[in-house]
């Protein structure tokens, strides 16, 4: 099947982990998450290993847990010895509760407020990714305020074109993240915050996008980067010590995507840098990653139940399940590849071609169009399988939907990570 993790039994059902979905979904109910802890810590475990291999052992992965921020996450985070990275005060928040230590954690985002920027420094982050002046200078009337100097990196656009959707690329000029090398500005922003007594710039950030399967772009990436920081030291004698080259490998959703090696990307991505490293004669510097997707994507799967089906005579099928959008608004958004599979029947014939409609009011709530599974009677189950990035973090509550049950397993045993979210849940702040 798509990943190894994913099997089918006697009973001709789909088994993540060992564990018969069907019976999850009779025993928890749907729409239901079901998280492979063990693909979660072997994904952390490849990042780490080649990082430390490749790029050094002061190198270490940094989670982007917006892909999926919750308290389980950030616990195994902690347990597997990685940092994270964090975009808000409400993930800043979770990663607190889950006992997560933050002075190993970047905090991100082209707008953070005041108060993100206290609470930040308050709670020891260890550092921030600047993206613009104006933040700056928050960050340095704060620290000063506290009597600290606060750890920086700065987000810089190295103008890289990553070929992937366009919501989801961020390293080009006319970027809303980040300062420009390309115009100067990032040198200017440079000078100034070397100029400020309350921030220390340890170093410097790059993100190109998200979902990108080709490895020109990172190690591009990567080479513009280090020969950026030579021309610094070149030019004003300052010298950074850490470089952080963000997330966005891309994650098998379907049979004709590759899966990746991602320890093969890591040392090509290595071999780049230790050459221009070479050739400008600076210092390496510590190498941080930002994986967000490809630690969380394929440990997961969406059970839903069938409800109705359509044949509309001379146009197309339609099946319907219990979420959707709510739960899922990749496709809506992105119109983002899935593998759809009938989890109850997974030896029947997949000859009924349909398009999976979610239950929410608007005709966009589609999960996948033309899909292949055999023709599904109401009750059946059905699974959307690598769904651990960027789906529950999505997701909301439209048409007062409750959000789903997130259920981990490990050693053959499931246990709620997230319970299911009531009707009572849905009106608690309502006055
Ligand atoms: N670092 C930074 C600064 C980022 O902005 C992101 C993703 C990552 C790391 C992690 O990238 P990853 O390894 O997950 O590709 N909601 C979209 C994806 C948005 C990505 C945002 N930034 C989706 O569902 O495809």
Redesign the pocket.
Known sequence: MLHENLTINEKGHLCIAGVDTVCLAEKYKTPLMVMDEERIRRNFRVYKNAMAKHFGQDSFP?F?S??FSCKYIYRIAKEEGVGI?I?SSGELYTALEAGFDVSKS?F?GNNKTDFDIEYGIENGVGHF?VDNMTELDSIDRIAGEKGIVQPVII?LTPGIDPHT?A??T?GQVDSK?GIAIETGQATEAVKYTLSRKNIRLDGF?C?I????FDIKPFCDAAKLMIEYISSLKRELGYEASIL?L??????RYIEAQPELDYDEFIRLVSVYIDNEVKASGIKKPQII???????V?DSCLTLYTVGGTKEISGFKNYASIDGGMPDN??YA??Q?DYTICLASRMNDKADFECTIAGRCCESGDLLQEGVLIPKPQRGDILAVLVTG???Y??ASNYNRIPRPAVLGIKDGKEFEVIRRETFADLVKNDI
Do not use: C, W
């Open positions: 940094a982007a917006k892909a990275d975009v970047f991100h990714v987000r959707h919501a989801i961020t993240f950030h993100h996008g998200s979902q990108i952080n963000g997330g966005g490998f891309g994650v990653m930002e994986p967000g997707r490809s630690i994507a608004p990749r958004l992105y983002a990035a960027y789906n973090s999505m």
